[in-house]
């Protein structure tokens, strides 16, 4: 079986960076790219058309909705993984609606995250 394309978005350096070490040191995993840019994270997926984005809708710009809706609108290769840091029930609907496959928290360990991702491509 072939590891699931993964595109990271996330506006924390840290956040974003750890993630992409932890998710990429995984066989079943391939981290095709990682950026703190929604936008550019648009053309990424457009060019690399991943399996699954990984985005936080928490940012610090507060268009975490708007980059999920043109996001899910325009990667019709891609399913939607959002990765938040904590649960809002209101975003979580609009997140649903938008196109999200899912709604997960960030401290949810690796293995669980792992299952996450791979259930929405199969």
Not at 36 to 46: F, I, T
């Amino acid at each position: 079986m072939n590891p699931t394309r993964l595109l990271i978005i996330d506006d924390h350096d840290a956040v974003r960076e750890a993630l992409r070490a932890r998710l990429g040191a995984l066989p079943e995993i391939e981290v095709v790219g990682c950026t703190g840019s929604w936008e550019v994270g648009l053309q990424r997926a457009l060019e690399l058309e991943p399996d699954v984005v990984l985005i936080e809708t928490k940012r610090a710009d507060g268009k975490g909705l708007e980059a999920l809706q043109c996001i899910t609108d325009r990667c019709s290769c891609a399913d939607v993984i959002v990765l938040t840091s904590y649960l809002d029930a209101e975003e979580r609907a609009a997140a649903r609606s938008s196109g999200a496959a899912r709604y997960l928290l960030k401290d949810i360990d690796s293995t669980r995250l792992v299952s996450e991702i791979q259930s929405v491509t199969r």
